[in-house]
């Protein structure tokens, strides 16, 4: 998902490069993490659009208050946090216009984005459908607590200690929460994957 | 070790390659937290593979563009510092307009006191200022001309004597 992290020591120059106002080294972390956080985003919103919003608005927020940024090595949890609380705000303001119940135990939040029909959008055109739907499926089946945990672990590969910087809980809320969110992706994948093996002595029979 | 204890580790596990010795003892006569583990691989491969989307290639200049359009409350203004020399420059204007508007308040502002220290004429109704100025003995002077007019009277404006 990161391509070519930087050293630390270069992360440091550049991010305090970027506090003094310099737009190339902007420019450059840009370069490096907008990629993952416009992934990171999209799958715990769910559309394209919504994403892309998303992340403007975070790299917007992220190069405006990067000066009060204390310790620079931490540039990428601290933009991650940024996405994060940018999601999370998102789906509130989303949720009060719907006047539903703010359960996230109970309710997944893709009964809340409007217009549902966008998604069927041009980039599922170049991907495997059928993986990207049921990958979809799970995630929408998680509250979003759990979701953000998961995609970070496990779609964005953080150890755990990184997600606990990201998200402000402890180690332990962090494993349970992933637990939680695993075996909800089971099942649904589950799913995929015995449909994946019985398609295959069909496609045998047709190819024969 | 019991099938929910290895169930629970399984789960936990960020890297499904470390495992405990116990967790790998009891797999090895576990063919259900065997099978268990393996989906879990699986499902965490198949979302690892997860399709990762390009962002938009014109994302950067919107957000550029903003960052030089908008300043945030708190945030200093990225890369739009203003140099010294432009401040000095400006509160230069700022004395020079302070001492303009000084300047000109030294100038009466009532019209006709004004008209009628320059012409030593009363205030009366209407009135043309080239008759006036015949009145007074002088020919084919142009009021407009005068040097004592003040800038800010008009000369159609002062009151005719009577």
Known sequence: MFEKEPERADLVRLVGQAQKGDSESCHTLYGLYAKPVHNFIFRLIGTVEDAEDLTQETFFKAF????????????????????????????RRLRRKTEVSLDDEEIGYRNFLPDQSRDVNPEESLLNRELERHIRLALDAMPLKLRDVFVLAVIQKFSYEEVTQIVGRSLLSVKTDIYRARLIAKDIIRKYLDRETDEMPRRRGRNS | MKCQDAEEEILNLADHSRLSPELTAHLAQCAPCSALLAESEEVDLLFGTAPVLEPNPFLWTRIESRLAREKPPGARRWGFALPASTWLAAAALVLLSVLIVSFQSEIPLNPDLALAEYAGLQSTDGGNPFLIAQARGASGINPFLEAMMPRNVNPFRFQREP
């Open chain 1, 64 to 91: 405006s208050e990067v000066a009060k940024l204390r310790e620079p090595g931490q540039f990428k949890f601290w933009l991650y946090r940024i996405a994060r609380n940018e999601v999370y705000q998102r789906i």
